[in-house]
Nanobody
Framework: QVQLVESGGGLVQAGGSLRLSCAAS????????MGWFRQAPGKEREFVAA????????YYVDSVQGRFTISRDNAKNTWYLQMNSLKPEDTAVYYC???????????????WGQGTQVTVSS
C-alpha cells in the first residue's frame, strides 16, 4: 500500500521560507515523478512542481519559478519543496503526489498525500 506523508507546513510572514517534506513508502519509486500541488480556499487544486525520481529533471508552474525548489533524497524515499520569498497568495493546502507519467504528474497524479497547510501572512 502506497503512503505519502507530508510534513513542514505552518504559518510564516511574507518574504519568509518554509520547507515541505514528503516521505513515501509502499513501493519502489525509481520510475515515478514526484510532485507538489496546492489548493487555496475557493480555488481548484493546481500543479506547483515536480521532479523525476531518476535523473532529477524538474518542472515548475510559472508563479513559483525562481522562488520554490523541488528536490529529492532517493535513499530516504523523500522529496522536498523549499519555498522562499513566500507571498500571501501562496497560502494553500499543499499536497505531495506521485505519478508514473508526466501527464499525470502535471494534472492527475496516481497517489496523493493528505495535505499540509501553509499560511503566509502579509
Amino acid at each position: 500500500q502506497v503512503q505519502l506523508v507530508e510534513s513542514g507546513g505552518g504559518l510564516v510572514q511574507a518574504g519568509g521560507s518554509l520547507r515541505l517534506s514528503c516521505a513515501a513508502s509502499g513501493r519502489t519509486f525509481s520510475s515515478y515523478i514526484m510532485g507538489w500541488f496546492r489548493q487555496a480556499p475557493g480555488k481548484e487544486r493546481e500543479f506547483v512542481a515536480a521532479i523525476r525520481w531518476s535523473g532529477g529533471t524538474t518542472y515548475y508552474v510559472d508563479s513559483v519559478q525562481g522562488r520554490f525548489t523541488i528536490s529529492r533524497d532517493n535513499a530516504k524515499n523523500t522529496w522536498y519543496l523549499q519555498m522562499n520569498s513566500l507571498k500571501p497568495e501562496d497560502t494553500a493546502v499543499y499536497y505531495c503526489a506521485a505519478s508514473l507519467s508526466l501527464g499525470a504528474a502535471l494534472k492527475t497524479p496516481d497517489y496523493w498525500g493528505q495535505g499540509t497547510q501553509v499560511t503566509v501572512s502579509s
